[in-house]
């Protein structure tokens, strides 16, 4: 089993900034690609920004060049640094791990951003 704890979450205003951590721990050693999705209220989960074991990443069009995802091996934690915060990031965004057979989720940290 893999566990993922989330931290970093918060209130912003727009403009703002936040970074979030995931530190991942349990079965790591088959973790491919870990990720953040994010799931705002009344609308579907959605992919955020991933990075690969190798360090290949992929974003959200709508996140391009305002948020990086970057991973921290030695501490087995994945970080999403969030710039120019906008309202419409205001989500709960959740951790996720990749293994070959299975998908492991966070519980989840709420970014809220708002004047």
């Known amino acids: 089993q893999v566990q993922l704890v989330e931290s970093g979450g918060g209130l912003v205003q727009p403009g703002g900034s936040l970074r979030l951590s995931c530190a991942a721990s349990?079965?790591?050693?088959?973790?491919?690609?870990m990720g953040w999705y994010r799931q705002a209220p009344g609308k579907q989960r959605e992919l955020v920004a991933t990075i690969t074991s190798g360090g290949s990443t992929n974003y959200l069009d709508s996140v391009k060049d305002r948020f990086t995802i970057s991973a921290d091996n030695p501490k087995n934690t994945v970080y999403l640094q969030m710039n120019s915060l906008k309202p419409e990031d205001t989500a709960v965004y959740y951790c996720?791990?990749?293994?070959?057979?299975?998908?492991?989720w966070g519980q989840g940290t709420q970014v809220t951003v708002s004047s």
């Open positions: 349990g079965s790591i050693f088959n973790i491919y690609n």
């Open positions: 996720n791990a990749r293994t070959p057979i299975e998908t492991h």
